[in-house]
């Protein structure tokens, strides 16, 4: 589930609510993840921050532990993702992260696998990911509340 509502929020009206849950047949040993995926036009050599509020849901069957934030451009389709490990609390916490598109670009060539692709972002895509937690292949509750969400080139 993937939704605005207005339940929880650290500032204005809405936050956006991605949920993990439970397949309803659990002999079912499939998995499930909870995306939010944008489109993008960014500069091929820039630094990008994105930064944002974050609150788990306050619930004990509650297991989520981290996000993923991945951008993906158009040409490779080769994910730069970064993995955001929570804060052990139901607050509003402020989160931050670094991508560094020349430096992963320069990385990604430098492998054999990668040497004849090109990297262009600029019709690429973000996305923000509640990880799925699991148990014997099986995925748990993992829900949280997003707010104040953004990017911004800073260099």
């Not at 991945?70 to 993702?81: A, G, M, Q, R, W």
């Not at 990385?107 to 040497?115: A, Y």
Request: hydrophobic share 30%; glycine share 2%; aromatic share 10%.
């Amino acid at each position: 589930i993937a939704e605005i509502q207005d339940k929880e929020k650290a500032s204005g009206e809405y936050s956006l609510y991605l949920r993990n849950s439970p397949h309803m047949n659990q002999d079912n040993p499939k998995w499930y993840q909870c995306v939010l995926i944008q489109p993008v036009s960014l500069e091929n050599d820039s630094q990008y921050r994105l930064t944002f509020k974050a609150k788990k849901e306050n619930d004990p069957e509650n297991h989520i532990t981290k996000l993923t934030a991945v951008i993906t451009d158009e040409s490779s389709k080769i994910n730069y993702t970064i993995f955001i490990k929570l804060k052990d609390n139901d607050e509003w916490n402020d989160y931050s992260v670094l991508f560094d598109l020349k430096n992963f670009k320069e990385r990604q060539l430098s492998k054999k696998e990668n040497e004849n692709k090109t990297f262009d972002y600029r019709n690429g895509i973000i996305g923000i990911s509640a990880n799925p937690e699991t148990s014997n292949h099986k995925t748990l509750l993992s829900s949280i509340f997003l707010d104040d969400i953004s990017l911004e080139k800073i260099q």
